[in-house]
């Protein structure tokens, strides 16, 4: 059996405002649009997550280069495929402390 909705959300916007918001709707109606948007916003957006840890692994593997390269001991095969390795097993898990950290009032807005 489905949840029935019995919750509202609404606010008031300028003829203009609702112009843009109709267009940017399409093909859905409005009242879905927003919907989504709104339930969307819960959540990181997939793609700006995936995004935020591959950074986060590269930004590992740039760092841990640069001191080794400063300290005269450039990398190994060996040692650049196990500091690849750890960085895409952490990534993930990085990316989730990250979000984390921002707080409640610091969300994606689902566009």
Do not use: C
């Not at 919907?35 to 995936?50: A, C, E, K, M, N």
């Not at 935020?52 to 005269?72: G, K, P, W």
Request: net charge positive; proline share 5%; aromatic share 4%.
């Amino acid at each position: 059996m489905a949840t029935r909705r019995t919750k509202s959300v609404g606010t008031k916007v300028t003829e203009s405002e609702y112009e843009a918001i109709a267009r940017r709707a399409e093909p859905l109606t409005v009242s879905e649009w927003a919907r989504g948007i709104l339930l969307s916003s819960t959540q990181p957006d997939p793609l700006h997550f995936l995004l935020l840890a591959e950074f986060l692994a590269l930004r590992t593997i740039v760092l841990n280069l640069n001191f080794a390269l400063a300290a005269n001991d450039p990398p190994t095969t060996e040692a650049m495929h196990a500091l690849i390795d750890r960085a895409d097993a952490q990534k993930l898990s990085k990316a989730k402390d990250r979000i984390a950290r921002l707080g409640p009032g610091v969300e994606s807005t689902g566009r």
